[in-house]
C-alpha cells in the first residue's frame, strides 16, 4: 500500500540552528501539507501546497517557515533560527484531491526537539 | 480556537462491546467530517468520513453519525477490539478548503 515517508523520524536541533523535516508524499497525490501537534495539544494545520506553491497556510506558518518541492518527489519543510516552542511532531500529508471525499495519508512524522 | 472539541480525553471499552466517541463543532461552515486514528510514534491514519448531506456512514465496524442541527458527531466501534486502542481524532474541513480542523483526540483503550 503507498504511504508518506518522513525523515528524519528524530531531529535534534540547538535554537536558533535551521532545520529541513523531508517527506515523500504518494506519488500520485497532488497536494501535499503540513501539520503539527506539540506535545499534549492537537494536531494544527500548517500549510497547503499544491502546484508548486503555497495554497493556504495558517497562522502559524510565518516567515520563519517555508516548504519547497525541489524535485519530483521530495516535499521540505525548513524552519530557520528554530526555538524552544518549534518542538513538536511534524506530520507530512498527502492527497489526491480537494474534492469532497478526499481524505489525507500522514506521514509517521519527524519529532523535532529544539535544545 | 476550539472550533472542533473532543470532551472526552480517554474512553476505556470491555473488548466485544461498544465504543461511541464524540465529537462537537462550532462552525456552520465546516461540511465534510473524517476521523483518524493514531498509535504512539505514527502519523494519523484516516478511518471514516461523512459528508453534511448525509447523518450516517458506515464501513465494517465503524459507523459515522452526524447531527447536523446539534453540530455533533459520533463515532461507533463495534463490536471493539484490542486493536482499537488508540487515540481517535475528529477533524473537519470547509469544501474546497485544504485545512483540515483537528480536535484534541479521545485516548480509547479496550479492556480483554
Known amino acids: 500500500e503507498p504511504e508518506v515517508t518522513q525523515t528524519p523520524s528524530h531531529q535534534v536541533t540547538q535554537m536558533g540552528q535551521e532545520v529541513i523535516l523531508r517527506c515523500v508524499p504518494i506519488?500520485?497525490?497532488?497536494?501535499f501539507y503540513w501539520y503539527r501537534q506539540i506535545l499534549g495539544q492537537k494536531v494544527e494545520f500548517l500549510v497547503s501546497f499544491y502546484n508548486n506553491e503555497i495554497s493556504e497556510k495558517s497562522e502559524i506558518f510565518d516567515d520563519q517557515f517555508s516548504v519547497e518541492r525541489p524535485d519530483g518527489s521530495n516535499f521540505t519543510l525548513k524552519i530557520r533560527s528554530t526555538k524552544l516552542e518549534d518542538s513538536a511532531m511534524y506530520f507530512c500529508a498527502s492527497s489526491d484531491s480537494t474534492t469532497l471525499a478526499a481524505e489525507a495519508f500522514f506521514g509517521q512524522g519527524t519529532r523535532l526537539t529544539v535544545v | 480556537d476550539q472550533q472542533v472539541k473532543q470532551n472526552s480525553p480517554s474512553l476505556s471499552v470491555q473488548e466485544g462491546r461498544i465504543s461511541i466517541l464524540n465529537c462537537d463543532y462550532t462552525?456552520?461552515?465546516?461540511?465534510?467530517f473524517l476521523w483518524y486514528k493514531k498509535y504512539p510514534a505514527e502519523g494519523p491514519t484516516f478511518l471514516i468520513s461523512?459528508?453534511?448531506?448525509?447523518d450516517k456512514n458506515e464501513d465494517g465496524r465503524f459507523t459515522v453519525f452526524l447531527n447536523k442541527s446539534a453540530k455533533h458527531l459520533s463515532l461507533h466501534i463495534v463490536p471493539s477490539q484490542p486493536g482499537d486502542s488508540a487515540v481517535y481524532f475528529c477533524a473537519a474541513r470547509i469544501f474546497g478548503n485544504e485545512k483540515l480542523t483537528f480536535g484534541t483526540g479521545t485516548r480509547l483503550t479496550i479492556i480483554p
Open positions: 506519488s500520485n497525490h497532488l497536494y
Open positions: 461523512i459528508s453534511s448531506i448525509k
Open positions: 462552525n456552520s461552515m465546516f461540511d465534510y
